[in-house]
Every structure is written in structure tokens, then in C-alpha cells.
């Protein structure tokens, strides 16, 4: 079975995607945080689905990356993408 991802392999590369915006805290609990609540926008999120992508070996269409709003929501996508693959 693939590596599932972690809400801390998420922040790694929610932060190499965008950064960390002035103001916001990604190390604390943000598994239900909306992204735009943490400063990342549409764009952030597809470059952070790009990512997820190639480093996980997912399919996350842009339209489906578009209607998740939070972290938690983002990693039941990828981890449920993953089991199915298992």
C-alpha cells in the first residue's frame, strides 16, 4: 500500500506551494480550517494538487481540486484515491 499523506506532509508542501502568508500559522490544528481562512487561494491549491499528483501518483482533476475547502477534506481525497489504488 502507498504512503498515506499526513497533515504534515500536507503543510510541507502546502508551504513550498505558496508559503506561509503573513499572519497565518499552518502548525497548528488547520485540519478543518478553510484554505482561504489560511491564505491559499485557488491557484495555491491546484500548484499543492500538482504536487500531490507526482509525488503521490493520484489523479486529482481540477474541478474536484476546486471544491475541497479544507486540509481534511484534501487528505481523505488523496487517501481515498490512494486505498483505492492499494
Do not use: Q
Request: hydrophobic fraction near 45%; charged fraction near 25%.
Amino acid at each position: 500500500m502507498a504512503t498515506l499523506l499526513t497533515i504534515d506532509d500536507l503543510r510541507r508542501i502546502l508551504i513550498e506551494c505558496a508559503g506561509e502568508t503573513d499572519g497565518t500559522d499552518l502548525s497548528g490544528d488547520i485540519l478543518d480550517v478553510r484554505f482561504e481562512a489560511i491564505g491559499y487561494d485557488s491557484l495555491a491549491l491546484m500548484e499543492t494538487a500538482a504536487r500531490l499528483e507526482s509525488r503521490y501518483n493520484v489523479a486529482i482533476p481540477d474541478d474536484v481540486a476546486g471544491s475541497v475547502h479544507t486540509p481534511r477534506e484534501l487528505l481523505d481525497l488523496v487517501n481515498g484515491a490512494l486505498a483505492e489504488a492499494a
